[in-house]
C-alpha cells in the first residue's frame, strides 16, 4: 500500500492532559524523574549482564533484551509526552504520529512475544533441567530473539500503513497523550468495521496467543514446583521465575485494563492514567524487580559497585 494524501488532516494536536492544568505542572517532574530511572535501570541492568561472566545464561540473555526493549518502548512516547507537557503547540505532524504509533505497535509486540519466550526458558529450566543446556542453546536462543525482532514488523507497519491511508475529516485532536489507535480511529470519517476486525485478530496473535503461552508455561512449572520434596527446593525454583511472573502481571494487567474493558465503561481521561502504567510506570519497575528479586543480578551489582570504588581508591 501507498501512502496517500488524500486526507484534510495535516497534523494531530496531541490532547494528553490539557484539561487539568494543574496536572500538568505535577505530572512533568514526575514523568522527567521517572523517565530517567527508567532509562538509567535498564543501561544498567544491560551493563551488568554485558560485563559479567556469570550472567550469560539464557536467562539474562532475554532480560538484556527485556531491558533494551523497555529503553526504546519508552523513548518512542515519553520525550514527546515530556515536551506536550511543557509547551502550548501540542502538535506533531502526519507522518509522525504514524512513526509512532507504528513503534508503539513494534515496540509492544516484540515485548509479548520476549515475555513468551521467557516463560518457556523458564519452563525448560524447572520441569526438564537435564535437557536445558541442549534445548536452550546458542542456536535456538538466537532463534527465539530472531522471532522476538522480526515478527513484529509486518503487523505493525500493517496496523500503521492501514489506519494512516484512512480518510481523515473534522478536527484532528487526538485524545490521548501519544498516538495510539483507539483515539487517532475516532478521528477517520469512515467505516472501520473491517479494519477493527484485523486489529482484533492481531491482538489475539500478538498479545494472547503469547499470554496463552504463558499461562500454559506456568502451569506447567507451578505443578512440577508443588511436586518437589523439599522446602527449600520448592523455594528456589520459585524464586528463580518470580521476577518474570510479576512483570508479565503488570504488564499485561495494565495493558488489558486499557485495552479489554468495553468501550462503555470507560472514560478518555481513566484510559490515559491506566495507559501510564503500561507506557510509564511497567519499564521503570523492570529493572527495580530483577535487581530485588534476583539474587545473582543483586550479587551482580555489588561486584560491579565495589570494582568501581576500589579502581577510583587506588
Same mark, same amino acid.
Given at each position: 500500500m501507498k501512502w496517500r494524501n488524500q486526507t484534510l488532516v495535516k497534523e494531530f494536536i496531541l490532547v494528553g492532559f490539557s484539561s487539568m492544568p494543574k496536572g500538568e505542572l505535577f505530572l512533568f517532574p %514526575?514523568? %522527567?524523574v521517572i523517565y530517567l530511572a527508567t532509562v538509567a535501570g535498564n543501561i544498567l541492568i544491560i551493563f551488568v549482564i554485558t560485563v559479567d561472566a556469570?550472567?550469560?545464561?539464557?536467562?539474562y540473555f532475554f532480560l538484556r533484551n527485556l531491558a533494551f526493549i523497555e529503553i526504546c518502548f519508552t523513548l518512542d512516547t515519553i520525550p514527546q509526552m515530556l515536551i506536550n507537557l511543557l509547551v502550548k503547540d501540542k502538535t506533531i505532524s502526519f507522518v509522525g504520529c504514524a512513526i509512532q504509533m507504528c513503534c508503539f505497535f513494534y515496540f509492544g509486540c516484540a515485548e509479548c512475544i520476549l515475555l513468551a519466550a521467557m516463560s518457556y526458558d523458564r519452563y525448560v529450566a524447572i520441569c526438564n533441567p537435564l535437557h536445558y543446556a541442549a534445548v536452550m542453546n546458542r542456536t535456538f536462543c538466537y532463534k527465539l530473539l530472531g522471532g522476538v525482532w522480526g515478527v513484529g514488523i509486518p503487523f505493525s507497519l500493517l496496523q500503521a500503513v492501514w489506519i494512516f491511508n484512512l480518510p481523515f475529516c473534522g478536527h484532528n485532536k487526538v485524545n490521548h497523550f501519544f498516538c495510539d489507535s483507539p483515539p487517532v480511529l475516532e478521528l477517520v470519517c469512515t467505516d472501520t468495521y473491517q479494519f477493527e476486525m484485523q486489529a482484533l485478530a492481531s491482538t489475539f496473535v500478538f498479545l494472547m496467543f503469547p499470554f496463552l503461552l504463558i499461562l500454559i508455561s506456568y502451569i506447567?512449572?507451578?505443578?512440577?514446583?508443588?511436586?518437589?520434596?523439599?522446602?527449600?527446593?520448592r523455594r528456589k525454583a520459585f524464586s528463580t521465575c518470580s521476577s518474570h511472573l510479576i512483570v508479565v502481571t503488570l504488564f499485561y494487567g495494565s495493558a488489558s485494563l486499557v485495552y479489554l474493558r468495553p468501550?462503555?465503561?470507560s472514560s478518555p481521561e481513566v484510559k490515559k492514567i491506566l495507559s501510564l502504567f503500561y507506557t510509564v510506570v511497567t519499564p521503570m519497575l523492570n529493572p527495580i524487580i530483577y535487581a530485588l528479586r534476583n539474587n545473582e543480578v543483586r550479587e551482580s551489582l555489588k561486584r560491579s559497585l565495589r570494582w568501581k570504588f576500589f579502581s577510583q581508591t587506588k
Open positions: %514526575l514523568l %522527567l556469570a550472567l550469560q545464561s539464557p536467562m506447567h512449572i507451578i505443578t512440577t514446583i508443588l511436586k518437589m520434596p523439599t522446602v527449600g527446593g468501550k462503555s465503561n
